[in-house]
């Protein structure tokens, strides 16, 4: 089965009231998705999302003509293309979705098969008082999540520590937590510098009282020393969610840098190599759980991939109501993905990715 066509389409939705996250400083008013889809002459077609895609015209000739299954040879050339220029890990997403589609199987099924569900923690993303985050983390624990992931200004790292105390004040034991210090890298235009060795050392004895499952992102991802003297002190360091090449990903690990490693498959590391990555942390005693905050595509192809692997204590799920919604973060799709009342994430039931393109905002391609 040969590839024939790829081409992208675009939509933006309308975000009233804004969400605001903690990792970019102008407030979102809108939530733009591209939507790549594949085509094949078996009449086969896989969808995929998560980076933009821009600046792609032109390569389209290293993939139409080849054979579909041909995984090897597709990885190879994005990994050259991508080192000129965007993210294009998509394709990839695209391509598996065609190939689960053709063989009539679940991507995580081809990728080893080794969970049809993974425990979800809540990934919020706004930055709320302290009160108003533990009031969100008992709303979040009533939706059956048995984790939640909190944000931290690096300007305000005390709030951080008060909103740990009232989370636990309000939930107790019932949620694991975690924190994200956004500091390995920058939206266009930021230029703080990330805090210090000695900040990052002191917010994480502080948070380590409250039980915190990990601590994501506390440096600057090439300070690998840095990183390692934050290790051991109570609680896991997280982070490597947007490395660019699988070099960058490896020394972290062989470095022992990190406790959770997590390259996003559709921004960092790809489907494929991404199990590379899962069996060298494994095999340094580190753990593969990834980042997942692109969209409903990028979520689906990371949980994909993570259960097909398996061993992730938890997988992220975007999600920080009412600026951050299923729907919201979804819409590019037919179905938002959902967690259950038992806290976990399922892998959906159709062959290759299992979901379709929401076609109220896309051309729908002629099969």
């Known amino acids: 089965m040969k590839i024939t066509n790829i081409r992208f389409e675009r939509a933006t939705l309308k975000l009233d009231p804004p969400f605001c996250p903690n990792w970019d400083p102008t407030p979102r008013g809108t939530f733009g998705a591209t939507l790549t889809i594949l085509e094949t002459d078996g009449g086969v077609i896989g969808y995929g999302a998560g980076d933009d895609m821009t600046g792609f015209d032109g390569y389209e000739k290293y993939f139409i003509g080849k054979d579909l299954f041909d995984i090897q040879e597709h990885v190879r050339a994005l990994e050259t293309i991508t080192f000129h220029a965007g993210r294009y890990w998509p394709i990839e997403v695209a391509i598996w979705d065609a190939i689960g589609k053709a063989k009539n199987e679940t991507v995580a099924s081809l990728f080893g098969g080794a969970e049809d569900s993974i425990p979800a923690y809540a990934s919020t993303g706004a930055i709320m008082s302290?009160?108003?985050?533990?009031?969100?983390?008992?709303?979040?624990?009533?939706?059956?999540?048995?984790?939640?992931?909190?944000r931290v200004p690096q300007t305000q790292l005390d709030l951080g520590i008060e909103t740990l105390k009232l989370i636990r004040e309000a939930v107790g034991s019932d949620l694991e937590i975690m924190v994200d210090l956004n500091q390995a890298w920058r939206m266009p235009?930021?230029?703080?510098?990330?805090?210090s060795v000695e900040t990052a050392m002191k917010f994480v004895d502080a948070a380590v009282d409250y039980g915190v499952y990990w601590i994501e992102e506390p440096l600057p991802m090439e300070d690998v020393e840095g990183l390692k003297k934050l290790r051991g002190r109570g609680t896991r360091i997280a982070g490597g969610e947007m490395v660019r090449t699988i070099h960058e990903i490896n020394t972290l690990i062989e470095s022992d840098a990190l406790d959770i490693i997590q390259a996003d498959v559709v921004l960092a590391a790809g489907m494929e190599k991404s199990r590379e990555i899962a069996r060298r942390a494994n095999a340094r005693g580190h753990v593969f759980t990834p980042h997942t905050w692109s969209n409903g595509y990028g979520l689906a192809a990371n949980l994909q991939v993570t259960a097909g692997i398996g061993g992730a204590p938890f997988i992220e799920f975007p999600f920080?109501?009412?600026?951050?919604?299923n729907e919201r973060r979804d819409f590019l799709m037919a179905k938002p993905l959902t967690v259950e009342s038992d806290g976990l994430l399922h892998v959906p039931a159709g062959p290759g990715l299992g979901i379709e393109p929401n076609w109220s905002y896309f051309k729908q391609p002629v099969a």
């Open 130 to 150: 302290a009160p108003e985050r533990a009031k969100s983390a008992v709303a979040i624990r009533n939706a059956g999540f048995k984790a939640m992931k909190i």
């Open 189 to 195: 235009g930021d230029t703080r510098k990330s805090i």
């Open 320 to 325: 920080d109501p009412p600026t951050w919604t």
